[in-house]
């Protein structure tokens, strides 16, 4: 008999409102995650302090862990603290860093792993990875999807507005990501999953065309419903690539290569997939990306992060190296350091008329 669907890990809750917090008891116990209230919440030290104070009196079962950071022996830490209870679920309660940690330690004590974003700086809110700075620099590990989501509006409009900005350029690298995809699959015949595909790029091609601003909350919104199915994109395709391109190799390039330097993320990924999409030779999206990131007050150039040609050029050159075996626009022009350099000029002066 033939295979008439699949199954797609996802979460059974997804919440992103404005007031989303408020009741995070009730939510959780209407959905049959955490009937007792006996929770493991992860937080950090600054903002996740001030939600313990807000939060604490309506979760009286709770116990409260503090994360030093979001490193491998950080999340190591936070499992051991946590298998000493007994608890029905664990929450991650904060930004990225956090939230990876809250899921490392909740795949290694076997429990279920509530993300509750306070920001919405990159797509791994919702993915099926964590990931964990460690002692030979950063490494991915797989984990299960979180049970739940709760994104509160009003917390994510309280956050600093730089993160809005990286959440910006990790969805919009989508539409590169999934552009280098497509190539592999041509040139490598590397199987491409369709319906990963049309999600990693509906998201990205919803907040590129997105007229509003970073301080909307139907903006914010469409954010936030992009990172999250971004994240399940890639549990779809049972790795990172609806994601992740030649736009992540040059972040990934710029971390190993400048890590006292680096931006965020999402403003390297979304640099990383305007000028890869301009390799591409697709000058319009390229032009679309441009006009969206200077909007929202996104980087397009490197100097506008503090690097100059000639360390871009490096960046790039490396960028390969971060992702062996990935096939993207990189790989497949091999492009000589003149031919980078000949390549940036291009961009550079085509931006800028």
């Known amino acids: 008999m033939p295979v008439l669907t699949r199954l797609i890990p996802s979460p059974v809750v997804v919440d992103i409102s404005p007031g989303a917090l408020d009741d995070l008891a009730g939510l959780l116990a209407d959905q049959r995650i955490s009937a007792s209230g006996k929770l493991a919440i992860a937080i950090s030290g600054g903002s996740g302090a001030k939600l313990r104070e807000r939060l604490a009196p309506a979760l009286p079962g709770a116990s409260w862990y503090e994360v030093g950071g979001g490193t491998l022996d950080d999340a190591i830490k936070l499992a051991d603290a946590m298998k000493k209870g007994h608890y029905d679920a664990v929450v991650g309660m904060g930004g990225g860093k956090i939230i990876d940690c809250a899921k490392f330690a909740a795949a290694r004590i076997g429990l279920p792993l ?33 049970i739940a989501v709760v994104i509160d509006l009003d917390i994510i409009r309280e956050a600093p507005i730089r993160f809005v900005r990286s959440g910006i350029g990790d969805v919009i690298s ?10 592999s699959h041509e040139v490598t015949g590397e199987a491409i999953d369709g319906l ?48 992740s391109g030649a736009c992540h190799e040059i972040n990934h ?34 032009g679309q990306m441009v006009e969206v990131l200077r909007r929202h007050g996104l980087p397009v150039l490197p100097t506008d992060i503090g690097f100059n040609e000639d360390e871009f050029v490096k960046v790039v050159e490396f960028a390969p190296q971060t992702r062996p075996g990935r096939y993207t626009i990189l790989e497949h022009l091999n492009l000589s350091t ?11 002066k085509t931006i800028s008329s």
Request: overall charge negative.
């Open 114 to 146: 509530v993300a509750v974003a306070t920001n919405l700086s990159h797509d791994g809110l919702c993915s099926p990875v964590a990931t964990l700075d460690n002692d030979a620099g950063r490494g991915s590990y797989g984990v299960p999807n979180p």
């Open 174 to 183: 989508n539409i590169s990501a999934v552009a280098d995809w497509e190539l």
């Open 196 to 243: 990963a595909a049309a999600m990693a790029r509906q998201c990205g091609e919803a907040v590129l065309r997105h007229p509003g601003g970073v301080g909307e909350d139907s903006f914010l919104q469409v954010l936030a419903e992009g990172l999250v199915l971004t994240g399940i994109s890639m549990s779809v395709a049972g790795d990172s690539r609806p994601a």
């Open 253 to 286: 390039a710029f971390d190993l290569l400048y890590p006292k330097r680096a931006a965020s993320h999402g403003e390297q990924c979304g640099l990383g997939a305007a000028f890869a999409t301009h390799l591409r030779g697709d000058k319009e999206t390229c």
């Open 338 to 348: 003149d031919a980078i350099r000949d390549a940036y000029a291009d961009y550079a």
